[in-house]
């Protein structure tokens, strides 16, 4: 894994942390001053609270692309944004009414209108499903309108990370690495690091602001009640990621540790 990017409520790290960061949309939007970035960043369009929230997107395509632009130009720094891709968790699907064909297809559909809507926007396609077979059909819609996602120099993995732990997770993170797509894992965890990371080009994560949720503050952090929104612990955090990465555990010993805890 060449990038991992640390997840944040608060855009305002985007000028002071001095480490990669991903910051969602929703954050940002409607904001009448951005900071200026401090090292590179992703974007996180959001559709995980958009399409639990409301079963829809309801932010249109040519809204986001001009917020996009706008923060690639005010903000500085962006690797790359998100597109407005449709989960594929079975409470999801619940939720919008819809087949996962149809949010197979919505995806691709939108990263194209996207690219339509402003070719230089640095967005990236994302591959969603749920079983193995069904990130390989969406992978095999994008080839089929033209993308070749193995030329991109990232590609969004959805609808995995609260399935880290699982052989069938592992095993659509290392069919898809091994069509040789740069991969990108949303939202993974230290264990899910440590299982996949060496098939992840890059992955996020939030992780540590539930964690500290549910833990005391540090020694020293008087002046709040937990470290959900606390630098201080999320960059500890953060060091403890990295040595997950750099040290993977093998598959089995990543299911019995989950299995443990």
């Given at each position: 894994m060449t990038s991992f990017y640390l997840g944040t409520h608060h855009p305002a790290w985007l000028a002071t942390a001095g480490v990669p960061l991903f910051v969602s949309h929703r954050r940002l939007t409607g904001r009448r001053t951005l900071p200026r970035a401090a090292a590179p960043w992703a974007l996180d369009s959001g559709g995980f609270t958009e399409l639990s929230m409301h079963g829809a997107w309801t932010v249109p395509p040519r809204q986001y692309a001009a917020a996009v632009a706008r923060y690639t130009q005010e903000i500085g720094r962006m690797a790359w944004a998100a597109p407005q891709d449709w989960m594929c968790e079975p409470w999801i699907l619940a939720k919008t009414g819809l087949p996962l064909t149809?949010?197979?297809?919505?995806?691709?559909?939108?990263?194209?209108?996207?690219?339509?809507?402003?070719?230089?926007?640095?967005?990236?396609?994302?591959?969603?499903?749920?079983?193995?077979?069904?990130?390989?059909?969406?992978?095999?819609?994008?080839?089929?309108?033209?993308?070749?996602?193995?030329?991109?120099?990232?590609?969004?993995?959805?609808?995995?990370?609260?399935?880290?732990?699982?052989?069938?997770?592992?095993?659509?993170?290392?069919?898809?690495?091994?069509?040789?797509?740069?991969?990108?894992?949303?939202?993974?965890?230290?264990?899910?690091?440590?299982?996949?990371?060496?098939?992840?080009?890059?992955?996020?994560?939030?992780?540590?602001?539930?964690?500290?949720?549910?833990?005391?503050?540090?020694?020293?952090?008087?002046?709040?009640?937990?470290?959900?929104?606390?630098?201080?612990?999320?960059?500890?955090?953060?060091?403890?990621?990295l040595a997950a990465i750099a040290a993977p555990r093998p598959r089995q010993l990543a299911f019995d540790m989950e299995a443990a805890a």
């Amino acid at each position: 894994m060449t990038s991992f990017y640390l997840g944040t409520h608060h855009p305002a790290w985007l000028a002071t942390a001095g480490v990669p960061l991903f910051v969602s949309h929703r954050r940002l939007t409607g904001r009448r001053t951005l900071p200026r970035a401090a090292a590179p960043w992703a974007l996180d369009s959001g559709g995980f609270t958009e399409l639990s929230m409301h079963g829809a997107w309801t932010v249109p395509p040519r809204q986001y692309a001009a917020a996009v632009a706008r923060y690639t130009q005010e903000i500085g720094r962006m690797a790359w944004a998100a597109p407005q891709d449709w989960m594929c968790e079975p409470w999801i699907l619940a939720k919008t009414g819809l087949p996962l064909t149809e949010h197979l297809a919505r995806t691709v559909g939108n990263y194209l209108d996207l690219k339509a809507i402003d070719p230089a926007l640095r967005i990236i396609p994302a591959v969603q499903g749920w079983r193995r077979q069904d990130y390989e059909d969406c992978a095999d819609r994008y080839e089929r309108a033209g993308i070749d996602l193995a030329a991109e120099p990232v590609v969004g993995l959805g609808s995995v990370c609260r399935r880290q732990a699982t052989g069938e997770a592992a095993d659509i993170v290392a069919a898809l690495a091994g069509r040789g797509y740069a991969l990108h894992g949303f939202g993974f965890k230290v264990r899910g690091l440590a299982e996949c990371g060496t098939d992840l080009a890059s992955a996020d994560s939030l992780a540590w602001s539930y964690e500290a949720r549910r833990r005391p503050p540090l020694p020293g952090c008087t002046t709040h009640k937990n470290c959900a929104n606390c630098p201080h612990y999320a960059f500890l955090w953060r060091k403890r990621v990295l040595a997950a990465i750099a040290a993977p555990r093998p598959r089995q010993l990543a299911f019995d540790m989950e299995a443990a805890a």
